[in-house]
């Protein structure tokens, strides 16, 4: 089933170019009647299961680690939605698709070589922020992606890199929730005490800035305990796939924990003001149909491997 379910992604991410539904700033929904769809979400789990099938597909006893030309098919299979959830514009989706895989790949033994060129990359990528952002030079300023992105992108960045200098615009969202954190305290204020949230001050606080509400309410000790328990949510699936009886459970559980990881380290990051605003949700937090759906489905595939692993 892993292909047609990748493939089945692959084609509802060019339907929405045509009959996809726009909302904040990005075309990313279908919408059907009083439900909403996105399918950019389950693409992440297709992703992981068509990676996994193609890892165990190409196992052979005494081969060597991945070389760049045994490296075409993952880096198709992770291209082609990666470039159509990043044309939606969405780009925490696409970053989430790009890290877990990431991970994937680096799982499947590939050469030291190509681990250094995404070195490269990830250092390359932090010079395009500077030169783009951080450089101090005369408007108007030469830049290499920036005039690319949309415009409520560019803000993000922009935000997040010096959030005192548009509090009310591209700032507001990174101070607020920082607002809310820091007066939390370490025991917090109380169940639906919170000044940030009761008040409306702090925005998307049921989706992308749960934490942040957690934080105000319960206090640092709780933001602790929440974090441990994710932590353990980790290890239980990183040991389900390490006792997988085969190569394709053991990449998909690589590949979910994973996902389930970055998702947690970007979101989180972004509350607490260390990364850009990227719309990520919370796992099993925050309110949601697609992201909540998609989560659970992906526990659900962790339930499946641990179960198989004693049958015959």
């Given at each position: 089933?892993?292909?047609?379910?990748?493939?089945?992604?692959i084609v509802?991410?060019?339907a929405?170019r045509f009959?996809?539904h726009?909302a904040?700033?990005?075309?990313?929904w279908?919408?059907?009647?009083?439900?909403r769809v996105?399918?950019?979400e389950?693409?992440?789990?297709?992703?992981?299961?068509?990676l996994?099938k193609?890892y165990?597909?190409?196992?052979?006893?005494?081969q060597?680690?991945y070389?760049?030309?045994?490296?075409?098919k993952?880096v198709?299979?992770?291209?082609?939605?990666f470039?159509?959830?990043?044309?939606?514009?969405?780009?925490?989706?696409?970053?989430?698709?790009?890290?877990?895989?990431?991970t994937?790949l680096?799982?499947g033994k590939?050469?030291?070589?190509?681990?250094?060129?995404?070195?490269v990359?990830?250092l390359?990528?932090?010079?395009i922020?500077?030169?783009?952002?951080?450089?101090?030079?005369p408007?108007?300023?030469t830049?290499?992606?920036?005039?690319?992105?949309?415009?409520h992108?560019?803000?993000?960045?922009?935000?997040?890199?010096?959030?005192?200098?548009?509090?009310?615009g591209?700032?507001?969202?990174a101070?607020?929730?920082?607002?809310?954190?820091g007066?939390?305290g370490?025991t917090?204020k109380?169940w639906?005490?919170g000044?940030q949230t009761g008040?409306s001050?702090?925005?998307?606080q049921?989706?992308d800035?749960?934490f942040?509400?957690?934080a105000e309410?319960?206090?640092?000790l709780s933001c602790?305990?929440?974090?441990?328990?994710?932590?353990?949510?980790f290890?239980l699936a990183?040991a389900?796939?390490?006792?997988?009886?085969?190569?394709?459970?053991?990449?998909?559980?690589?590949g979910?924990?994973?996902m389930?990881f970055w998702?947690?380290?970007e979101?989180i990051?972004?509350?607490?003001?260390l990364?850009?605003?990227?719309?990520?949700?919370l796992?099993?937090?925050s309110?949601?149909?697609?992201?909540?759906?998609?989560?659970?489905?992906?526990?659900?595939?962790l339930?499946?491997?641990?179960m198989?692993r004693?049958?015959?």
């Open positions: 089933m892993t292909v047609p379910i990748y493939v089945l992604n509802a991410l060019i929405l009959v996809g726009k904040k700033g990005a075309e990313s279908f919408v059907l009647g009083p439900i996105q399918p950019a389950f693409m992440k789990i297709g992703v992981v299961l068509m996994a193609i165990h597909d190409d196992f052979r006893p005494g060597g680690s070389n760049l030309w045994r490296l075409w993952p198709l299979a992770v291209g082609v939605p470039v159509l959830v990043l044309v939606q514009p969405d780009l925490g989706t696409a970053l989430m698709i790009f890290l877990s895989s990431l994937v680096i799982f590939v050469r030291w070589y190509l681990v250094a060129l995404m070195v990359g990830l390359a990528g932090a010079g922020i500077w030169n783009d952002y951080i450089r101090d030079s408007e108007p300023r830049t290499i992606v920036r005039h690319h992105l949309k415009k992108q560019s803000q993000r960045i922009s935000g997040w890199l010096d959030p005192e200098a548009d509090l009310r591209s700032g507001y969202h101070a607020q929730s920082k607002i809310a954190v007066s939390g370490m917090g109380g639906r005490e000044t008040l001050f702090l925005p998307e049921h989706t800035f749960i942040s509400v957690w309410e319960h206090g640092f602790l305990v929440l974090l441990a328990l994710y932590g353990g949510l290890s990183l389900v796939g390490f006792n997988a009886r085969d190569r394709f459970g053991a990449f998909v559980a690589v979910v924990t994973a389930l998702q947690v380290f979101n990051g972004m509350v607490i003001g990364l850009p605003v990227t719309g990520i949700t796992p099993l937090m309110y949601g149909g697609s992201s909540m759906l998609s989560v659970m489905l992906s526990i659900g595939l339930v499946n491997i641990s198989r004693h049958m015959f």
